[in-house]
């Protein structure tokens, strides 16, 4: 059973930032891709921002390039996302996820293998 733990969400002013963690098994980190989705109150859950595990590259929903940086720390088993320059519509609850890697980087979420429980993020105006 993989279990991967968010955290790091809360209350932020636009403008502003905040870090999320998310730790999981090292069986995880060494095997898996994984990333970041989010759902926003009355919204289907989208995907923001993968990684790959050992290359480090990187794939970011339009909406957030250039303000969202997603990172891992293998030695750790944890994966970041460093969101800068918080919008109001970036208030969303941010899941941790982890997939095989043949799903490729850009991935849909019916091909997600785990999710953790989520973290909320309110950026208020």
């Known amino acids: 059973q993989v279990q991967l733990v968010e955290s790091g969400g809360g209350l932020v002013q636009a403008g502003g930032s905040l870090r999320l963690s998310c730790t999981g098994s090292a069986r995880t980190f060494g095997n898996y891709f994984m990333g970041w989705f989010r759902q926003a109150p009355g919204k289907e859950r989208e995907l923001v921002a993968t990684?790959?595990?050992?290359?480090?590259?990187?794939y970011y929903a339009d909406s957030v390039t250039g303000r969202f940086t997603v990172s891992r720390d293998n030695a750790k088993n944890t994966l970041y996302l460093q969101m800068n320059s918080l919008k109001p519509e970036d208030t969303a609850v941010y899941y941790c996820?982890?997939?095989?890697?043949?799903?490729?980087?850009?991935?849909?979420?019916?091909?997600?293998?785990?999710w953790g429980k989520g973290t909320l993020v309110t950026v208020s105006s």
């Open positions: 990684i790959v595990p050992r290359l480090g590259s990187t």
């Open positions: 996820a982890a997939y095989p890697a043949y799903r490729g980087i850009r991935v849909d979420i019916k091909d997600i293998e785990y």
